[in-house]
Nanobody, 122 residues
Framework: QVQLVESGGGSVAAGESLRLSCAAS????????MGWFRQIPGKEREGVAA???????GYADSVRGRFTISRDNTNNTLYLRMVNLKPEDTAMYYC?????????????????WGQGTQVTVS
């Protein structure tokens, strides 16, 4: 069973930056997709960014140009660099994993999820 643990969230002022990390363990697949999603209370979880085994990223329109997703396959770690943060970026951010070749930035495309890390932008 894949396990995901997020870290790096916090409270920042608008315009500042954060980097989220997701440590994955018990990965036994050679091709897999990893992604970041976010959710605020009362709303559906939405896709932020995803990256496939070749390092090819995909982004939601709302974060493109401000967020950068990357992965370190050696250490099984996923990152999300967020710059120029806005109050509307405030949410719980979740790491997700799916054993598949390509990536779809959809909640129902991922089987494994972390517990989340809170990002608050004021």
């Amino acid at each position: 069973q894949v396990q995901l643990v997020e870290s790096g969230g916090g409270s920042v002022a608008a315009g500042e930056s954060l980097r989220l990390s997701c440590a994955a363990s018990r990965i036994t697949y050679s091709d897999y997709c990893m992604g970041w999603f976010r959710q605020i209370p009362g709303k559906e979880r939405e896709g932020v960014a995803a990256v496939d085994s070749f390092g090819r990223p995909g982004y939601a329109d709302s974060v493109r140009g401000r967020f950068t997703i990357s992965r370190d396959n050696t250490n099984n770690t996923l990152y999300l660099r967020m710059v120029n943060l806005k109050p509307e970026d405030t949410a719980m951010y979740y790491c997700a994993f799916e054993a598949r070749f390509g990536c779809l930035l959809r909640v129902d495309s991922f089987s494994y999820w972390g517990q989340g890390t809170q990002v608050t932008v004021s």
